[in-house]
């Protein structure tokens, strides 16, 4: 098999690493890199439990090669928050129960992330559709939605700190279910 020497940037920190012209990218970064957060589900880019951000896209990275991903920026779960500094998505799962197993979790945070850089106070139903790539076998997905809006909530203060708009509306948006 071809090997190739690729460098990947990942969470700000480069990596030079040789690797088979056939390795996914969710191998290189969990058993060459040990970037164990990014778990392996499906491998056919239908769970979403592998989702990373490259070069500031969502991609599954079961059905990215690592050469495919030669020089570009990887951005896992891990570099999200600290044990003791948690990022707002972070936050948000916690406090509205977004998890039961954890299994799918570090693939729905970066879906939720990438949620909030494209559109910072989305509706319920804007969520649900952003995440349609991921699947949770555990939570029934409520709490999931739950816990981005509350992410959205807590990073609105700091988009008007930073010269962002607020919105005139400060009330959750609602999908017509009842206020949690």
Do not use: W
């Not at 969710?26 to 058993?31: E, G, K, P, S, T």
């Not at 164990?36 to 592998?50: A, D, F, L, V, Y």
């Not at 995440?131 to 981005?148: F, H, K, S």
């Amino acid at each position: 098999m071809t090997e190739h020497d690729i460098t990947l940037t990942v969470n700000g920190v480069e990596h030079d690493l040789t690797v088979e012209s056939r390795t996914l990218l969710v191998h290189a970064l969990r058993d060459e890199l040990g970037y164990t957060g990014t778990n392996i589900g499906c491998e056919s880019s239908i769970c979403g439990t592998c989702t990373v951000h490259m070069d500031g896209e969502s991609v599954k990275s079961c059905t990215a090669l690592a050469v495919q991903a030669d020089g570009a920026e990887i951005r896992t779960v891990e570099d999200l928050g600290t044990r003791h500094d948690f990022h707002p998505i972070q936050e948000g799962f916690q406090e509205e129960q977004g998890l039961q197993c954890g299994y799918c979790t570090p693939g729905m945070m970066m879906t939720a992330l990438d949620i909030l850089e494209e559109n910072p106070n989305p509706t319920r139903e804007e969520i649900r559709e952003g995440l349609e790539g991921n699947l949770c076998r555990c939570t029934g997905y409520q709490n999931i939605v739950n816990a981005v809006q509350n992410a959205a909530e807590q990073l609105q203060p700091a988009a008007v700190a930073d010269g962002g708009d607020a919105d005139d509306d400060p009330t959750p948006a609602t999908d017509g279910g009842e206020e949690l």
